[in-house]
């Protein structure tokens, strides 16, 4: 697989898969390709089993060029945003928060806003804003300018229990 990274757009080509143009359908038809994916700035392609990209690369490459220039742009949706933040999640965000202890997790996408649950250290954490805001949220904001992430406030341990006392949980400790 080749993820083709269109520098410059950020518009949507999710519908790449459904509707591939003519090049990329003649692609697949003649079997150099067996899959196409995309999203926000970036299309996948997937070679047969047994081909080499070093022969088929200059004709994806060709058929690529072809569908982006004949596409119209399309702005990115909620399923849109919602894969990128993902992706950028678990690539660019999860291995910082996993690293200290925390963890993040998507828990809404609506409209330019992903919403997420902050837990273990990352709830409660000073630096959990900046995370937010400098890593996930601009990475984000290279495809979708007017994307947003905000914390939902409902993470574990966001729910203080009933007298005010937040219990961690030690083995072998009695309260």
Do not use: N, Y
Request: with cysteine; hydrophobic share 40%; charged share 25%.
């Amino acid at each position: 697989m080749v993820r083709w990274v269109l520098t410059g757009r950020t518009d949507s080509f999710a519908r790449v898969a459904t509707d591939p143009g003519e090049g990329l359908a003649r692609l697949l038809a003649d079997g150099t390709l067996v899959a196409l994916d995309g999203g926000a700035g970036w299309i996948d392609t997937t070679l047969a089993r047994g081909g080499s990209w070093s022969g088929a690369a200059p004709r994806v490459r060709e058929a690529v060029a072809e569908h982006v220039t004949t596409t119209e742009p399309r702005e990115l949706g909620t399923e849109d945003l919602r894969r990128l933040a993902h992706t950028v999640l678990e690539r660019e965000v999860a291995p910082v928060a996993g690293a200290h202890g925390g963890r993040i997790e998507i828990s809404g996408v609506e409209g330019h806003t992903v919403t997420v649950a902050l837990e273990g250290a990352c709830h409660g954490c000073p630096a959990a804003k900046t995370t937010l805001q400098d890593r996930f949220q601009a990475a984000l904001r290279r495809w979708d300018p007017e994307a947003e992430v905000v914390a939902d406030g409902r993470s574990a341990g966001a729910v203080v229990p009933r007298g005010g006392r937040t219990w961690l949980p030690f083995p072998h400790r009695s309260r």
